[in-house]
């Protein structure tokens, strides 16, 4: 059974950076695409990135895009979401979520998640 567990977050200023990690374990890691969600108080859940390896694809929400950049690590099972230029509106629990035949924004395409991790940006 595949398991995602993310860290990183926590509380930092407006225009601060973090890095998210999310470390995967139980199937075979190159066969996924990882993505980046992300859920905001009151909000429905929304797609920040994904990265597929069998391709080299990788893809952004538009409010994201040259902010936010998702890696993968191979060796180490881990993706990352390195985040700069922070904004409130980032504010919400991301989650990590994992599909073999998943691409793109919708979350209904991805078969595993994590358990979630906190960020917050204040002004």
């Known amino acids: 059974q595949v398991q995602l567990v993310e860290s990183g977050g926590g509380l930092v200023q407006t225009g601060g950076s973090l890095r998210l990690s999310c470390k995967f374990s139980?199937?075979?890691?190159?066969?996924?695409?990882l993505a980046w969600f992300r859920q905001a108080p009151g909000k429905s859940r929304e797609f920040v990135a994904a990265?597929?390896?069998?391709?080299?694809?990788?893809d952004y929400q538009d409010s994201v895009e040259g902010r936010f950049t998702i890696s993968r690590d191979n060796a180490w099972e881990t993706i990352y979401l390195q985040m700069r230029s922070l904004k409130p509106e980032d504010t919400a629990v991301y989650y990590c979520a994992a599909g073999t035949m998943a691409w793109g924004p919708s979350p209904t395409q991805y078969d595993f998640w994590g358990q979630g991790t906190q960020v917050t940006v204040f002004s």
């Open positions: 139980g199937g075979t890691f190159t066969r996924y695409t």
């Open positions: 990265t597929r390896w069998t391709d080299g694809r990788t």
